[in-house]
């Protein structure tokens, strides 16, 4: 029987965009979100507001609904594991979200998996004395057991790796926050600085001819369906542009969507997953990050797939059947970002321009606070039909809504 009453833990705009797949497939959604101005609110059929990791108020969100998923990653484990062995029933399962929750944990669930991923290890915050700090030289070679931390060596199949290395806290860190690309010593002492006792990982900075990524879906049953691979752009390592589909070779299409699929499989997974991976100059596929959840790169979807990810998430997690993924036309996905402290009326004119883009969808989340980086809202753009440069016209059509947006803000 398939679940009617589905509680979420998190109430941003990847649980707003839930709200027109529930109501088609007759689904009442409960949100737990802090604030009554979150975007899900608007679209709740019941609100819970209290903290994404106040497990004492998932209990009465548990007493709403028939089973809990989550929009965010932001939870407290330990205290859901109570709930869940009191008979909660959360989807996915927290055994699934487990190795996924710390980065160094994720990375070494992918490696044991025998999956690529960069070079890694975990910092130990052992504070070092300023007289004591280490030179260049040794910040790149780190030879000796004793000090705080030892930085991996760059893989034999990657002989001329990037100098660069890459910190990132193993926890809670998303959009660009708690993540530092470094290469002087400064530099590097500065990120420990700012990211203080917070626990983090070193590993080596891939330098990548493109970035791609992948939504997938796992079904109660076991069903795998997987989305077309799609490239994404970052600036500052926050999303900025996704081009669907990615232009790749049959060779490493096959290969991630295998990789999607012995990911999801491992987890016992049900719902949909993002997947974000590197493509070197070499063609080698290079796993990055897995987010338990429906993610950035997959909002294309909602107007150029079939099925959305975000009714693909419901129809996985309520047991109903999974839609088809096929791609109904070329697309070109383009975050709408805040770049001022200001009310997000300020954008409003600037949003009737894009939205007269031929074949252009603008989704404006209602967020009522602008400020740099954050996420306002997206357009899809979509092409008439396939070509033989479609990548290059995708890309034409992301400068023209950037001109719009940014001006010369970008």
């Given at each position: 029987?398939?679940?009617?009453?589905?509680?979420?833990?998190?109430?941003?705009?990847?649980?707003?965009?839930?709200?027109?797949?529930?109501?088609?497939?007759?689904?009442?959604?409960?949100?737990?979100?802090?604030?009554?101005?979150?975007?899900?609110?608007?679209?709740?059929?019941?609100?819970?507001?209290?903290?994404?990791?106040?497990?004492?108020?998932?209990?009465?969100?548990?007493?709403?609904?028939?089973?809990?998923?989550?929009?965010?990653?932001?939870?407290?484990?330990?205290?859901?594991?109570?709930?869940?062995?009191?008979?909660?029933?959360?989807?996915?399962?927290?055994?699934?979200?487990?190795?996924?929750?710390?980065?160094?944990?994720?990375?070494?669930?992918?490696?044991?998996?025998?999956?690529?991923?960069?070079?890694?290890?975990?910092?130990?915050?052992?504070?070092?004395?300023?007289?004591?700090?280490?030179?260049?030289?040794e910040l790149a070679a780190m030879e000796a057991q004793e000090k705080?931390?030892?930085?991996?060596?760059?893989?034999?199949?990657?002989?001329?790796?990037?100098?660069?290395?890459?910190?990132?806290?193993?926890?809670?860190?998303?959009?660009?926050?708690?993540?530092?690309?470094?290469?002087?010593?400064?530099?590097?002492?500065?990120?420990?600085?700012?990211?203080?006792?917070?626990?983090?990982?070193?590993?080596?900075?891939?330098?990548?001819?493109?970035?791609?990524?992948?939504?997938?879906?796992?079904?109660?049953?076991?069903?795998?369906?997987?989305?077309?691979?799609?490239?994404?752009?970052?600036?500052?390592?926050?999303?900025?542009?996704?081009?669907?589909?990615?232009?790749?070779?049959?060779?490493?299409?096959?290969?991630?969507?295998?990789?999607?699929?012995?990911?999801?499989?491992?987890?016992?997974?049900?719902?949909?997953?993002?997947?974000?991976?590197?493509?070197?100059?070499?063609?080698?596929?290079?796993?990055?990050?897995?987010?338990?959840?429906?993610?950035?790169?997959?909002?294309?979807?909602?107007?150029?797939?079939?099925?959305?990810?975000?009714?693909?998430?419901?129809?996985?997690?309520?047991?109903?059947?999974?839609?088809?993924?096929?791609?109904?036309?070329?697309?070109?996905?383009?975050?709408?970002?805040?770049?001022?402290?200001?009310?997000?009326?300020?954008?409003?004119?600037?949003?009737?321009?894009?939205?007269?883009?031929?074949?252009?969808?603008?989704?404006?989340?209602?967020?009522?606070?602008?400020?740099?980086?954050?996420?306002?809202?997206?357009?899809?753009i979509l092409l008439d039909e396939p070509s033989a440069n479609q990548?290059?016209?995708?890309?034409?059509?992301?400068?023209?809504?950037?001109?719009?947006?940014?001006?010369?803000?970008?």
């Amino acid at each position: 029987m398939s679940i009617k009453r589905l509680g979420v833990i998190g109430g941003g705009q990847l649980a707003w965009m839930m709200g027109d797949a529930a109501s088609s497939l007759g689904i009442e959604l409960v949100i737990q979100t802090p604030h009554q101005t979150d975007p899900a609110v608007s679209i709740a059929s019941d609100t819970i507001l209290a903290a994404v990791d106040d497990a004492s108020e998932t209990v009465n969100l548990a007493r709403c609904c028939e089973a809990i998923t989550f929009e965010n990653e932001f939870i407290n484990l330990g205290a859901l594991r109570l709930l869940e062995e009191s008979g909660v029933e959360f989807r996915p399962k927290l055994d699934s979200l487990a190795p996924l929750l710390d980065k160094y944990d994720q990375r070494c669930f992918l490696q044991d998996l025998g999956l690529t991923v960069p070079r890694f290890v975990a910092i130990q915050q052992v504070p070092v004395p300023e007289q004591e700090r280490y030179t260049d030289e040794e910040l790149a070679a780190m030879e000796a057991q004793e000090k705080d931390f030892i930085p991996p060596p760059p893989p034999e199949s990657l002989p001329d790796a990037d100098p660069r290395l890459v910190i990132k806290a193993r926890r809670l860190g998303y959009d660009g926050q708690g993540i530092f690309i470094v290469e002087e010593k400064e530099e590097f002492w500065n990120a420990l600085d700012q990211l203080g006792q917070t626990p983090a990982i070193l590993e080596q900075f891939i330098p990548f001819e493109r970035e791609l990524a992948v939504i997938a879906a796992r079904s109660l049953e076991g069903e795998i369906v997987v989305y077309p691979v799609v490239e994404t752009q970052q600036e500052n390592q926050v999303c900025r542009r996704v081009l669907a589909p990615a232009e790749i070779s049959s060779d490493v299409k096959e290969e991630v969507e295998a990789i999607a699929r012995k990911i999801l499989d491992k987890l016992q997974a049900v719902g949909v997953f993002g997947i974000e991976l590197f493509l070197t100059p070499e063609n080698q596929v290079i796993v990055n990050e897995i987010s338990p959840r429906t993610h950035n790169s997959g909002h294309y979807t909602i107007d150029a797939c079939k099925t959305s990810q975000f009714e693909q998430h419901l129809r996985a997690v309520c047991g109903l059947p999974l839609g088809e993924v096929d791609l109904l036309k070329p697309a070109v996905m383009v975050n709408l970002l805040g770049y001022e402290h200001s009310q997000t009326e300020f954008y409003s004119l600037k949003r009737q321009l894009i939205a007269a883009i031929p074949n252009a969808r603008v989704h404006w989340y209602g967020k009522t606070e602008s400020r740099p980086g954050r996420k306002l809202g997206h357009v899809t753009i979509l092409l008439d039909e396939p070509s033989a440069n479609q990548r290059e016209q995708l890309l034409e059509l992301a400068r023209q809504v950037e001109t719009i947006w940014y001006g010369d803000q970008n």
